[in-house]
């Protein structure tokens, strides 16, 4: 039998909103027990020194380097993770002696999949040593020496929480809106394909922050005061990313923000949460076939005005909010993350070709032990 193990995921996200960290019981394979979940929001000041790592690394070249001060920032967030870990077993009463492995993402600063680049900030073995448990990290690095994207990696979880959706025979697809968006849809045989999908919330959370100093659109409603301007949309939606037919990942600062005075406050919004349901839309067109049902996790998913422009897009698939089907779209991608940690100690791949590109399916992570 396969050994089950209790494993907490760490993630950190392109919106750069916090620490989601989420416990789940899992063999790495079919078996998956969720548990608890708690968010653990950055202050102002954190995001600011997030914001200036991804500027010291824009000109880095080599995965491995970390200028002064961006090894300041890696530490600090390294010690932020190793608290939520504190933070996380005391809110739910858990011991740490209960948890077998940790799985941390850190902190995206740079990915540049053409150039074979992507730097994950995090030091996975600081944190071990912090926390006292095993942590598995740095899961992107070896999907790229091995030709693929380096993202998006969910899928794989996806891909085991889709079984009873498959035993429906239905096809489904997960829509993931993050900073990013990206899509993962499951055939009824279990055919999996996957890419990401183009902006989601970084859009909105720049010019709403730019115009107002509030981090995002609470519920889409400054969107939905406002009207799609029609030329600004097109300006995202003909970008080179939506055409030819491999499908590429992206970084952050893939698509440029909206400028101060093109928009009003509201119609920005507006227009924004319409380019991000219509890349959905564009970039679902490269699925194998219409899903019956798209599972929309990610906080994007609480954006009214964004979730109504999707509804109204897609004809003849149902739109379900990851709750709606049984999850938990806030937890996701740090489940994700504690069930990657768990396949990499077992050597099962984390990619496969229909997800990154990858030539053949790979493992990946780095183990550190305390
Ligand atoms: N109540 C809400 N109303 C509207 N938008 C929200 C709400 N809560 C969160 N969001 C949006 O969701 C974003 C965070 O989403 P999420 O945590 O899924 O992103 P992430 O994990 O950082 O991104 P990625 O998946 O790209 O790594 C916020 O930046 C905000 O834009
Ligand atoms: C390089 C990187 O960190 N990419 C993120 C980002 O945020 C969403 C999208 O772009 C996805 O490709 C990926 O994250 C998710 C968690 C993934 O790898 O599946």
């Not at 050994?3 to 078996?31: E, P």
Request: aromatic fraction near 6%; glycine fraction near 14%.
């Amino acid at each position: 039998m396969d050994v089950v193990r209790t494993a907490i995921g760490l993630m950190s996200g392109t919106s750069m909103d916090g620490i989601d960290v989420a416990l789940i019981r899992t063999d790495g394979r079919g078996f998956i027990e969720r548990g608890p979940f708690l968010g653990m929001p950055y202050d102002a000041e954190f995001r600011g020194r997030l914001k200036r790592a991804l500027e010291l690394a824009r000109p880095l070249r080599d995965r491995n380097e970390r200028p002064g001060e961006l090894r300041e920032i890696e530490l600090e967030l390294t010690l932020r993770h190793a608290t939520a870990v504190t933070a996380f077993l005391e809110h739910f009463g858990l011991a740490a002696n209960g948890v077998d492995i940790l799985g941390f993402h850190g902190q995206t600063v740079l990915h540049r999949p053409d150039e074979g680049l992507t730097i994950q900030i995090g030091d996975g073995r600081e944190l071990a040593c912090r926390t006292g448990l095993s942590v598995v990290y740095d899961m992107r690095a070896n999907d790229m020496v091995h030709g693929g994207q380096g993202a998006p990696l969910v899928p794989a979880y996806h891909a085991a929480l889709a079984g009873k959706f498959q035993q429906a025979g239905e096809a489904v697809c997960f829509v993931n809106i993050g900073g990013i968006s990206n899509l993962t849809y499951i055939g009824a045989d279990g055919r999996i394909a996957a890419f990401d999908s183009g902006p989601g919330n970084t859009l909105i959370d720049q010019w709403v922050e730019m115009q107002t100093g509030r981090t995002y659109d609470p519920g889409g409603e400054i969107g939905g005061r406002g009207k799609v301007v029609p030329a600004l949309a097109e300006r995202y939606l003909n970008s080179p990313f939506f055409r030819g037919n491999v499908r590429r990942s992206l970084d952050r600062g893939d698509f440029a923000p909206l400028r101060p005075d093109e928009a009003s406050l509201e119609d920005g919004a507006r227009t924004l949460a319409h380019v991000a349901a219509a890349s959905i839309i564009k970039s679902a067109g490269f699925l194998p076939e219409r899903p019956s049902a798209y599972i929309v996790c990610g906080g994007g998913r609480l954006n009214g005005t964004l979730m109504g422009e999707l509804s109204a897009m897609t004809e003849g698939s149902r739109v379900l909010s990851a709750e709606a089907a049984g999850f938990d779209g806030d937890a996701m991608e740090a489940e994700a993350w504690a069930y990657l940690a768990v396949r990499s100690l077992d050597g099962l791949p984390l990619t496969f070709p229909g997800t990154t590109g990858v030539a053949a399916p790979v493992s990946g992570g780095v183990l550190a032990r305390p």
